[in-house]
């Protein structure tokens, strides 16, 4: 299996930058179609567990569009094949004293390239000694 072939990391990286973007200016369509759609698609968020496309869709078309800016202070992208991959971030948003974090599976599936596993957490900002 080949990690990270050029091609293929392109492709990842582009999606996931249309997630981002599709993300924090709370574009629900973008985000509803790179979600798989499929009762086997989970995500686990901040405060919910949400399993199947629908629960993640219901919760996306009822989440405030306000406060979804942030910047991402370290990624982590890696390819294994032609048709997977996962997605790793740290982000923070102004005002919060949390670190947030975000998992995503991707596979690339007939419809192309979709979020199949998420997962956001936070935690706090490591004190200085």
């Known amino acids: ?12 990286e582009a999606v996931f930058a249309r997630y981002e973007a599709a993300l924090t200016s709370n574009d629900v369509a973008v985000l509803d179609e790179l979600f798989w759609r499929s009762p086997h698609v989970l995500r686990y968020g901040g405060g ?3 399993y199947g496309y629908a629960e993640i869709q219901a919760f996306r078309a009822a989440r405030p569009a306000a406060g979804l800016a942030r910047t991402v202070t370290r990624s982590s992208i890696t390819t294994f094949g032609d048709d997977m991959a996962t997605a790793n971030i740290e982000f923070i948003r102004a ?18 390239w979709r979020i199949v596993a998420a997962h956001v957490s936070a935690i706090d900002v490591p004190k200085e000694a």
């Open 48 to 50: 919910e567990n949400l």
């Open 1 to 12: 299996m080949k990690i990270n072939q050029a091609q293929v990391l392109a492709e990842v």
């Open 95 to 112: 005002g919060n004293d949390k670190i947030g974090r975000q998992s995503q599976t991707w596979v690339r599936l007939a419809e192309g």
